[in-house]
Protein backbone atom coordinates (compact mmCIF):
# COMPACT_ATOMS: atom_id res chain seq x y z
CA UNK A 1 0.00 0.00 0.00
CA UNK A 2 1.40 3.26 -0.82
CA UNK A 3 2.24 5.33 2.12
CA UNK A 4 2.80 9.30 2.19
CA UNK A 5 3.35 10.37 5.84
CA UNK A 6 3.90 14.14 6.32
CA UNK A 7 5.54 15.57 9.55
CA UNK A 8 7.38 18.74 11.02
CA UNK A 9 4.94 20.86 11.04
CA UNK A 10 3.92 23.47 13.89
CA UNK A 11 3.41 27.23 15.03
CA UNK A 12 6.33 29.20 14.63
CA UNK A 13 6.75 33.14 14.71
CA UNK A 14 6.75 35.13 11.49
CA UNK A 15 10.75 35.16 10.44
CA UNK A 16 11.24 31.73 12.04
CA UNK A 17 11.95 28.42 10.08
CA UNK A 18 10.92 24.67 9.70
CA UNK A 19 11.85 21.71 7.76
CA UNK A 20 9.20 19.24 6.67
CA UNK A 21 9.99 15.70 6.00
CA UNK A 22 7.89 13.38 4.37
CA UNK A 23 8.25 9.40 4.58
CA UNK A 24 7.16 6.84 1.20
CA UNK A 25 6.50 3.54 1.99
CA UNK A 26 4.71 1.11 -0.80
CA UNK A 27 6.95 1.64 -3.82
CA UNK A 28 9.84 2.01 -4.97
CA UNK A 29 10.47 5.65 -4.30
CA UNK A 30 13.85 6.96 -6.17
CA UNK A 31 12.33 6.23 -9.05
CA UNK A 32 9.16 8.72 -8.59
CA UNK A 33 9.08 12.58 -8.73
CA UNK A 34 7.64 14.52 -5.76
CA UNK A 35 6.22 17.68 -5.15
CA UNK A 36 5.08 19.53 -2.18
CA UNK A 37 1.09 21.44 -2.43
CA UNK A 38 0.28 23.79 0.15
CA UNK A 39 -3.77 24.56 1.20
CA UNK A 40 -4.34 27.56 2.91
CA UNK A 41 -7.78 27.31 5.55
CA UNK A 42 -10.92 27.39 3.14
CA UNK A 43 -8.31 27.97 0.22
CA UNK A 44 -7.46 25.87 -2.83
CA UNK A 45 -4.20 23.71 -3.75
CA UNK A 46 -0.80 25.90 -4.23
CA UNK A 47 1.66 24.44 -5.74
CA UNK A 48 5.18 24.89 -3.83
CA UNK A 49 8.19 22.95 -5.57
CA UNK A 50 8.92 20.00 -7.41
CA UNK A 51 11.98 17.43 -7.31
CA UNK A 52 12.79 14.76 -9.87
CA UNK A 53 13.24 11.33 -9.16
CA UNK A 54 17.08 11.21 -8.92
CA UNK A 55 16.79 15.11 -7.61
CA UNK A 56 19.11 16.57 -10.46
CA UNK A 57 15.58 19.08 -11.47
CA UNK A 58 14.22 21.07 -9.10
CA UNK A 59 11.60 23.99 -9.90
CA UNK A 60 9.88 26.11 -7.12
CA UNK A 61 6.65 28.77 -7.24
CA UNK A 62 7.59 32.47 -7.42
CA UNK A 63 5.71 32.74 -3.95
CA UNK A 64 8.54 30.35 -2.26
CA UNK A 65 11.53 31.09 -4.65
CA UNK A 66 14.43 31.63 -2.45
CA UNK A 67 13.04 31.23 0.50
CA UNK A 68 11.98 27.61 0.85
CA UNK A 69 14.50 24.57 -0.33
CA UNK A 70 13.30 20.45 -1.50
CA UNK A 71 15.55 17.80 -1.03
CA UNK A 72 15.13 14.20 -1.18
CA UNK A 73 17.10 11.32 0.28
CA UNK A 74 15.88 8.11 -1.50
CA UNK A 75 18.10 5.69 0.90
CA UNK A 76 15.80 7.05 3.45
CA UNK A 77 12.35 7.19 1.25
CA UNK A 78 12.36 10.43 2.82
CA UNK A 79 11.06 13.96 0.84
CA UNK A 80 11.91 17.41 2.59
CA UNK A 81 11.66 21.00 2.55
CA UNK A 82 12.91 23.51 4.38
CA UNK A 83 11.13 26.39 4.87
CA UNK A 84 12.75 29.77 6.15
CA UNK A 85 11.73 33.19 6.04
CA UNK A 86 8.08 31.97 6.88
CA UNK A 87 5.81 34.72 7.01
CA UNK A 88 1.82 35.14 8.03
CA UNK A 89 0.92 34.00 4.41
CA UNK A 90 2.51 30.55 4.63
CA UNK A 91 -0.17 29.16 6.96
CA UNK A 92 -1.61 26.07 5.48
CA UNK A 93 -1.82 22.48 5.31
CA UNK A 94 1.61 21.27 3.42
CA UNK A 95 0.87 18.19 1.86
CA UNK A 96 3.73 16.05 -0.32
CA UNK A 97 2.18 14.07 -3.18
CA UNK A 98 3.70 11.57 -6.12
CA UNK A 99 4.15 12.61 -9.21
CA UNK A 100 3.59 9.66 -11.34
CA UNK A 101 5.10 11.32 -14.53
CA UNK A 102 8.04 9.64 -15.28
CA UNK A 103 5.45 6.06 -15.86
CA UNK A 104 3.43 7.41 -18.70
CA UNK A 105 0.69 9.23 -16.73
CA UNK A 106 1.63 12.68 -15.06
CA UNK A 107 -0.80 13.23 -12.33
CA UNK A 108 -0.26 13.30 -8.06
CA UNK A 109 -1.50 9.97 -7.92
CA UNK A 110 -0.97 9.86 -3.90
CA UNK A 111 -0.96 12.24 -1.35
CA UNK A 112 -0.31 12.29 2.18
CA UNK A 113 -2.35 13.24 5.14
CA UNK A 114 -0.71 16.94 5.23
CA UNK A 115 0.84 18.65 8.37
CA UNK A 116 -0.07 22.21 9.61
CA UNK A 117 1.63 24.83 9.45
CA UNK A 118 0.94 28.33 11.49
CA UNK A 119 3.11 31.59 11.11
CA UNK A 120 2.05 33.66 13.73
CA UNK A 121 3.37 35.55 16.47
CA UNK B 1 1.67 32.35 -11.19
CA UNK B 2 -1.49 32.69 -12.93
CA UNK B 3 -4.09 29.59 -12.40
CA UNK B 4 -6.58 27.68 -14.12
CA UNK B 5 -9.62 29.15 -14.25
CA UNK B 6 -12.52 26.84 -13.00
CA UNK B 7 -16.54 28.03 -11.73
CA UNK B 8 -16.64 28.36 -8.20
CA UNK B 9 -20.35 26.01 -8.10
CA UNK B 10 -22.05 24.01 -9.80
CA UNK B 11 -25.17 22.43 -8.72
CA UNK B 12 -26.95 18.85 -10.25
CA UNK B 13 -29.83 16.46 -9.43
CA UNK B 14 -29.22 13.10 -7.98
CA UNK B 15 -28.59 10.74 -11.22
CA UNK B 16 -28.17 13.53 -13.48
CA UNK B 17 -24.50 14.35 -15.49
CA UNK B 18 -22.70 17.34 -14.30
CA UNK B 19 -19.94 18.44 -16.47
CA UNK B 20 -17.32 20.70 -14.91
CA UNK B 21 -14.94 23.05 -16.61
CA UNK B 22 -10.99 24.10 -16.68
CA UNK B 23 -9.68 26.33 -18.78
CA UNK B 24 -6.09 27.71 -19.14
CA UNK B 25 -3.92 28.68 -22.26
CA UNK B 26 -1.81 27.05 -24.68
CA UNK B 27 0.84 26.83 -22.51
CA UNK B 28 -0.66 24.45 -19.63
CA UNK B 29 -3.84 23.22 -20.74
CA UNK B 30 -3.60 23.57 -24.55
CA UNK B 31 -0.16 21.84 -24.37
CA UNK B 32 -0.35 19.16 -21.81
CA UNK B 33 -3.75 18.35 -20.48
CA UNK B 34 -5.24 19.09 -16.86
CA UNK B 35 -5.03 16.44 -14.30
CA UNK B 36 -8.40 16.30 -11.87
CA UNK B 37 -8.54 15.71 -8.16
CA UNK B 38 -11.64 15.60 -6.12
CA UNK B 39 -11.13 16.84 -2.51
CA UNK B 40 -13.75 16.44 0.25
CA UNK B 41 -13.94 18.07 3.52
CA UNK B 42 -11.11 17.50 5.26
CA UNK B 43 -9.10 15.02 3.50
CA UNK B 44 -6.48 15.07 1.39
CA UNK B 45 -6.84 15.33 -2.52
CA UNK B 46 -7.99 11.80 -4.82
CA UNK B 47 -6.68 12.00 -8.35
CA UNK B 48 -9.59 11.08 -10.32
CA UNK B 49 -8.07 11.57 -14.26
CA UNK B 50 -3.89 11.86 -15.09
CA UNK B 51 -3.33 14.01 -17.77
CA UNK B 52 -3.72 12.14 -20.30
CA UNK B 53 -7.24 11.79 -19.07
CA UNK B 54 -7.26 8.39 -17.73
CA UNK B 55 -8.32 6.92 -14.84
CA UNK B 56 -6.17 5.78 -12.49
CA UNK B 57 -6.86 2.15 -10.98
CA UNK B 58 -10.06 2.47 -8.94
CA UNK B 59 -11.87 5.15 -9.99
CA UNK B 60 -15.26 4.99 -11.39
CA UNK B 61 -16.13 4.91 -15.03
CA UNK B 62 -18.59 7.54 -13.86
CA UNK B 63 -15.65 10.05 -14.08
CA UNK B 64 -14.25 10.84 -17.44
CA UNK B 65 -11.66 13.95 -18.67
CA UNK B 66 -11.56 15.02 -21.61
CA UNK B 67 -10.30 18.21 -23.11
CA UNK B 68 -10.83 20.69 -26.46
CA UNK B 69 -8.42 23.16 -27.03
CA UNK B 70 -6.93 25.60 -23.54
CA UNK B 71 -9.92 23.81 -22.00
CA UNK B 72 -10.40 20.52 -19.97
CA UNK B 73 -13.50 19.04 -18.73
CA UNK B 74 -14.51 16.45 -16.20
CA UNK B 75 -17.96 15.12 -16.89
CA UNK B 76 -19.56 12.70 -13.78
CA UNK B 77 -22.72 11.12 -14.86
CA UNK B 78 -24.84 9.08 -12.55
CA UNK B 79 -24.77 11.94 -9.63
CA UNK B 80 -24.29 10.03 -6.28
CA UNK B 81 -24.51 12.01 -2.44
CA UNK B 82 -20.82 10.80 -2.24
CA UNK B 83 -20.01 13.14 -5.41
CA UNK B 84 -20.36 15.97 -3.17
CA UNK B 85 -17.03 17.64 -3.34
CA UNK B 86 -14.72 20.32 -4.48
CA UNK B 87 -12.97 19.57 -7.77
CA UNK B 88 -9.69 20.78 -9.28
CA UNK B 89 -7.75 20.71 -12.46
CA UNK B 90 -4.12 21.00 -12.41
CA UNK B 91 -1.55 20.93 -15.52
CA UNK B 92 1.99 21.81 -16.20
CA UNK B 93 2.55 25.30 -17.34
CA UNK B 94 5.46 24.94 -19.64
CA UNK B 95 6.15 28.67 -19.98
CA UNK B 96 6.67 29.05 -16.35
CA UNK B 97 7.94 25.62 -15.43
CA UNK B 98 5.25 25.22 -12.55
CA UNK B 99 2.17 23.34 -12.08
CA UNK B 100 -0.52 25.10 -12.10
CA UNK B 101 -4.26 24.25 -10.15
CA UNK B 102 -7.61 25.58 -10.81
CA UNK B 103 -9.37 27.34 -7.71
CA UNK B 104 -11.98 24.33 -7.62
CA UNK B 105 -15.25 23.67 -8.33
CA UNK B 106 -17.77 22.70 -5.60
CA UNK B 107 -20.21 20.20 -6.60
CA UNK B 108 -23.52 20.36 -4.93
CA UNK B 109 -25.87 17.36 -5.91
CA UNK B 110 -29.46 18.12 -4.94
Known amino acids: EVQLVESGGGLVQPGGSLRLACVAS????????MVWVRQAPGKGLDWLSYISSGGGNIYYADSVKGRFTISRDNAKNSLYLQMNSLRAEDTALYYCARDSSAYGEPGFDYWGQGTLVTVSS | QAGLTQPPSVSRGLRQTATLTCTGNSNNVGNEGAAWLQQHQGRPPKLLSY???NRPSGISERFSASRSGNTASLTITGLQPEDEADYLCSAWDSSISAWVFGGGTKLTVL
Open chain 1, 26 to 33: GFTFSTYE
Open chain 2, 51 to 53: RSN
